[in-house]
């Protein structure tokens, strides 16, 4: 009986989880991915997630990765590894890198074009492979404008290393940035470099 208690209270747990989801969550999930880069000895020197920002290849994502890197792959949500083909362009600064893959008509995120204002709501979309992600909510606390037309985000959201290079997604869905590595990991913010900067 306790059993039976036990898996019913997990099924609704799991429910419950799933219905926090935005619409837009399951389809946008094919679109992140994790990134791998290695050394001339391919051992692994650096990890993180990102994005495709168009189905012709082109993706963004942390730079800190790809320093002192011989070569790169990304793995999917579908779990297939393709690898990178090269860097397009890369910001040392606000830690963001755009690069090509070789893959055919990768699933896409639409990039926000205006600036996300205070007091809205945030999502960040983590990497899952083979499966939906559970989205974070939090609210876009300060945006800061840098080069007059792009945005620095600070999100009330707890923290998440694991995730550094996730979209963070408005409510239509919309990349409005890339997640910054934490600077308290046992802080209650995150931060974002606007994905259009990228």
């Excluded at 094919?30 to 000895?41: E, I, M, P, W, Y």
């Excluded at 297939?80 to 090509?100: L, R, S, T």
């Excluded at 620095?152 to 550094?164: G, N, R, S």
Aim: charged share 20%; proline share 5%; with cysteine.
């Amino acid at each position: 009986m306790k059993r039976l208690l036990y898996m019913i209270g997990c099924l609704l747990l799991t429910t419950a989880l799933f219905a926090q989801n935005p619409a837009w969550s399951k389809k946008a999930a094919n679109a992140v991915f994790t990134l791998k880069t290695f050394d001339a000895n391919n051992q692994l020197i650096g990890s993180s997630n990102g994005f495709f920002v168009n189905n012709n290849g082109e993706a963004v994502s942390s730079y800190v990765p790809f320093k002192g890197a011989k070569r790169a792959v990304i793995i999917d949500a579908q779990g297939k590894e393709w690898p990178v083909d090269c860097i397009i362009g890369a910001n040392d600064m606000y830690d963001v890198a755009k690069f090509k893959v070789d893959i055919k008509k990768p699933q896409a995120l639409t990039v926000a074009e205006a600036k996300t204002e205070e007091g809205t709501t945030a999502w960040l979309l983590p990497y899952a492979a083979k499966k939906v992600p559970v989205c974070k909510k939090g609210t876009v606390s300060k945006a800061e404008v840098f080069q007059d037309i792009y945005a620095y985000y600070t999100i009330d959201m707890q923290p998440d290393e694991l995730q550094t290079g996730s979209p963070i997604l408005n409510e239509q869905g919309e990349a409005i940035g890339i997640l910054q590595p934490p600077a308290d990991a046992k802080g209650k913010q995150n931060h974002a470099v606007s994905a259009l900067f990228a």
